[in-house]
């Protein structure tokens, strides 16, 4: 089992930045990654990683988000840059436990979730 809590999410202006933290704790997760969704839409991937390294990201997000992982490899950090109104969403943290696939565009092979942390952005 993993636990996961996420933080960091607020409300900001467009254009600005904000940083999401994903504590995990319990078993050790081999990947963990970040997704959003918004009210009325499919949740999206943003950004998945190896707890060995490597990362991956969804095309269309990358460059304004940055995923990385702490050295005790349990916090994961989603670091948003120039944010957008269209960046508002509940952005959950996500983990697994076995190996396989670590990417944005399978939510589903993910077994543990958190309960998200709401980014509301303003033009």
């Known amino acids: 089992q993993v636990r996961l809590v996420e933080s960091g999410g607020g409300s900001v202006q467009a254009g600005e930045s904000l940083t999401l933290s994903c504590s995990a704790s319990?078993?050790?997760?081999?990947?963990m990654g970040w997704f959003r969704q918004a009210p009325g839409k499919m949740r999206e991937g943003i950004g998945t990683?190896?707890?060995?390294?490597?990362?991956t990201y969804t095309e269309s997000l990358k460059g304004r988000f940055t995923v990385s992982l702490d050295n005790a490899k349990t916090t994961l950090y989603l670091q948003m840059n120039s944010l957008k109104p269209e960046d508002s969403a509940m952005y959950y943290c996500?983990?697994?436990?076995?190996?396989?696939?670590?990417?944005?565009?399978?939510?589903?092979?993910?077994?543990?979730w958190g309960r998200g942390t709401q980014v509301t952005v303003s033009s």
């Open positions: 996500a983990a697994k436990t076995l190996g396989g696939y670590c990417w944005p565009d399978l939510p589903n092979s993910f077994d543990y």
């Open positions: 319990g078993d050790a997760p081999a990947c």
């Open positions: 990683m190896h707890v060995d390294g490597g990362t």
